[in-house]
């Protein structure tokens, strides 16, 4: 990839390049094919998702935000604790949802310091401009940082805590080992007294779930096929969008529903910027995402096994959507 040090791009851009091409790389040369999640969010990718959260099947963002809107209060003092609160976030910001989170700080606590944690400078700064516009009495500061790889914060000063958002069941991408690891990280960067706030989609009927990730207008459909416009611009590739077809499948044994790109004939992809080239057969996937359902008691179990203590969790009268509190003692 030496040519890729030749290009005009920033060197946070370069950074990026680098992560996709070493991600297609190894995805589309594994067997069976796959390609990681975050791949979905370049631009175009991240407007379709915030569609995705409006869609009338696509009921997690909404389910969630009713249970922060009736218990933000509840979190947040239970998070507290009688102490000063930060509030960080692990992604850059979930809208409306981190809103009423941030509302309820302020309304106890007058301010608050909100710490936005993403690998995307870019995506921090968005975020950053909005919760400032919108929300009075927020000071947002930007945490540059993979969390994947651990929560390196400093610590908060005396009488501070700090809360972890990790909701939007933005967990759900990563199978149950690699939750915990996850998780295991983000408790290692915290200290005795704070806590992490998770957000988990809950297994419901099949049909549901499945039209929750099939929706009528093609939204899911678009942002899944839009990787490979993503490729095709950012690699040289030669994909055929309307080669391939959108399938999203529930996958009972594993408890997670499975979005794949399946190619509709026999056909050679060439990347001309990374010199390579791939060989679909007809009906091959590319297995582009997971997400996790959990049962109840699920999250609890995993926020013990990373260390924290379950203190309370709130759901939706229906029991679609979790959030729990997770402390560390
Ligand atoms: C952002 C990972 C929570 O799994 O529901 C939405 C992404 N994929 N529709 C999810 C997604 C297809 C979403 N998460």
Redo the contacts with the bound molecule.
């Keep these: 990839m030496k040519e890729m040090t030749r290009s005009v791009l920033s060197p946070t851009a370069e950074r990026v390049a680098e992560r996709v091409a070493l991600a297609v790389r190894a995805g589309l040369a594994a067997q069976p094919k796959r390609l990681p999640?975050w791949l979905?969010y370049d631009h175009a990718g991240s407007r379709l998702?915030s569609q995705?959260?409006e869609l009338p099947e696509?009921y997690?963002t909404r389910t969630e935000r009713s249970i922060l809107a009736e218990h933000a209060g509840a979190m947040i003092a239970q998070a507290a604790q009688g102490a000063w609160l930060r509030i960080a976030e692990l992604g850059a910001g979930s809208a409306d949802k981190t809103r009423l989170l941030l509302a309820a700080a302020i309304a106890r606590q007058g301010t608050v310091l909100y710490e936005p944690v993403d690998v995307s400078s870019s995506a921090l700064d968005a975020a950053q401009k909005r919760i400032e516009r919108e929300i009075p009495g927020v000071r947002v500061a930007q945490r540059v940082l993979d969390y994947t790889h651990g929560l390196d914060l400093d610590p908060p000063q005396a009488g501070e805590r700090r809360l972890v958002l990790y909701i939007?069941?933005?967990v759900?991408?990563f199978d149950p080992a690699e939750a915990k690891q996850l998780l295991k990280g983000v408790r290692a960067g915290l200290f005795a007294g704070d806590s992490l706030l998770l957000g988990v989609?809950l297994v419901k009927e099949d049909s549901l779930l499945l039209a929750?990730?099939n929706d009528a207008a093609g939204i899911?459909a678009a942002?899944?096929l839009n990787l490979l416009d993503r490729l095709n611009r950012e690699l040289g590739g030669d994909f055929n969008p309307d080669a391939f077809v959108h399938r999203?499948l529930w996958n009972q044994a594993e408890s997670r529903?499975e979005?794949h790109l399946v190619s509709r004939i026999s056909q050679r992809v060439r990347f001309a910027r990374l010199h390579w080239a791939v060989d679909f057969a007809a009906g091959e996937t590319i297995h582009t995402?997971?997400?996790y359902k959990y049962r109840p008691g699920q999250a609890e179990e995993l926020l013990t096994k990373a260390g924290f203590e379950p203190a309370t969790t709130w759901t939706d009268a229906r029991d679609w959507f979790a959030v729990c509190l997770g402390r560390v003692e």
Aim: charged letters at 10%; zero cysteines; hydrophobic letters at 40%.
């Design positions: 999640p979905f998702f995705i959260t696509y997690l939007g069941s933005s759900g991408n989609d929750a990730y899911t942002f899944n999203a529903i979005m995402e997971n997400s």
